[in-house]
């Protein structure tokens, strides 16, 4: 009796999600030093900083309000397709 491929592909995930794997922790603590601050050389000023910050609020905003409209449309939808379906 098989169960057809789902069942190998199950086995398969299990037994690769059982490896040992890699630590970054380990990688970082490895280094001994060889890695150094990060730097910019382009300072921004606060007032540049609050621009891109009011900046991406508004486009953050738009993409919601997009979504919403678009899900309110499918849900819209979906009520009226489930409501005028013959059984």
């Avoid at 609020?57 to 993409?63: L, M, P, T």
């Amino acid at each position: 009796m098989s169960f057809g491929g789902a069942v190998g592909a199950m086995i398969t995930s299990l037994k690769n999600n059982k490896r040992e794997r890699p630590s970054a922790f380990k990688n970082l603590k490895n280094c001994n030093g060889t890695h150094r601050k990060l730097e910019f050389d382009k300072k921004a000023s606060k007032q540049q900083l609050q621009q891109i910050k009011e900046k991406l609020q508004k486009e953050n905003k738009k993409i919601a309000f997009r979504n919403g409209i678009l899900f309110s449309l499918f849900i819209i939808l979906l009520i009226y397709f489930v409501g005028f379906y013959k059984f």
